[in-house]
């Protein structure tokens, strides 16, 4: 089913919209949500979640991108359950690697005082990964939107774990140099 047909059933209130956004972008969501949570119990969790905040988020509006706009959902929802996890306990796991490599190059948010500035840096951020080449940018989304570790990265895209490593580490010093120009570092 098209995504237009999809966004049009949560329009009209029915159920069929959540099978077949299950159907179309279950496996999406949940490869999302199980990189940060390293739990199928805790992805799943984050998947309905998804489906419920899309159900009352609906009415409202109507996204463009239906993948990115679920998408952007299911790693909220999981990047919540992951601190509240980890606020316990200090555990292994890709997110907390990945998301070290990039603090040298993105300065820390203190306060609230600080959100206008955390948005332009986020526009910064996308307008960077828009310049990067395309095997680059593959490999920077790979790693630092959907937390991938470097050897699932490798396997999938037929690149050795060393070429994924250093093409990471030139684009997070390209990110740096740019938020350094663009005055955000």
């Known amino acids: 089913m098209e995504d237009a047909a999809i966004v049009d059933l949560y329009w009209q209130r029915s159920d069929q919209a959540i099978s077949e956004t299950d159907r179309k972008y279950g496996r999406y969501c949940h490869t999302i949500a ?11 969790e984050c998947v309905n979640d998804t489906w419920f905040r899309a159900w009352n988020l609906m009415p409202d509006k109507r996204p463009s991108v239906l993948s990115t706009f679920l998408g952007y959902i299911t790693r909220n ?34 306060d609230i005082e600080q959100f206008y500035e955390e948005k332009e840096l986020e526009a910064a951020i ?16 790979a790693r630092y939107w959907f937390l991938e570790s470097i050897a699932e990265i490798s396997k999938k895209l037929g690149y050795s774990q060393s070429k994924v490593k250093s093409s990471l580490y030139r684009s997070r010093g390209k990110l740096r140099a740019y938020l350094q120009e663009e005055g955000l570092c």
């Open 126 to 141: 996308d307008a960077f990964v828009s310049t990067l080449p395309e095997t680059d940018r593959r490999l920077f989304i």
């Open 77 to 110: 929802f999981a990047l919540n359950r992951y601190k509240a996890r980890t606020s316990k306990k200090r555990g292994g796991g890709e997110t907390p690697l990945a998301l070290s490599e990039l603090e040298e190059c993105i300065p820390t948010v203190i």
């Open 34 to 44: 199980y990189n940060i949570c390293a739990s199928n119990e805790d992805a799943e």
